[in-house]
């Protein structure tokens, strides 16, 4: 039995689940919670924004952000979505290279897709348009 993205069976229709990842990243203009809130608030309004999101369908999503910022875990500020609830959420220190992007804050959403769903969409916000520069415009 094949189940459709709203609960339906689809009898004798093929519907294949594929696994994708969007990306994202921004920076804060400071290590203070609020500063990190507003960058991760930000990015999450515009990934949803840009992708069609069913939160049944998100498996996971890992925050990183560089050393310079520990006032707050970016995931305790998603956590505050009804839509992030129940999902596994994950914060990870980014690795140090030297004269990387201060500030940052990096997404890795992995969700579960129909093979007919749009492809994703990245979001690079702030300085972080810096990182794909190829994804702008």
């Known amino acids: 039995m094949v189940i459709g993205e709203h609960g339906e069976v689809l009898e004798g229709r093929s519907v294949e689940r594929i696994v994708r990842a969007i990306r994202g990243a921004t920076t804060a203009s400071a290590n203070t ?3 990190i809130e507003d960058a991760v608030v930000e990015l999450l ?10 939160p049944g369908h ?3 999503v890992t925050f990183s952000v560089t050393p310079d910022l520990d006032a707050v875990f970016p995931a305790a500020i998603a956590r505050q979505r009804s839509s992030l609830q129940a999902v596994p959420l994950l914060d990870v220190q980014q690795m140090m290279v030297k004269g990387s992007l201060p500030k940052c804050i990096r997404l890795l959403m992995t969700i579960n ?3 007919s769903d749009p492809p994703v969409h990245h979001v690079y916000l702030r300085q972080a348009k810096t990182l794909r520069p190829d994804l702008q415009g």
């Open 33 to 35: 919670r609020e500063a």
């Open 45 to 54: 309004d515009v990934l949803e924004s840009k992708n069609p999101l069913n």
């Open 113 to 115: 897709a129909l093979d």
């Open 58 to 60: 998100i498996v996971s």
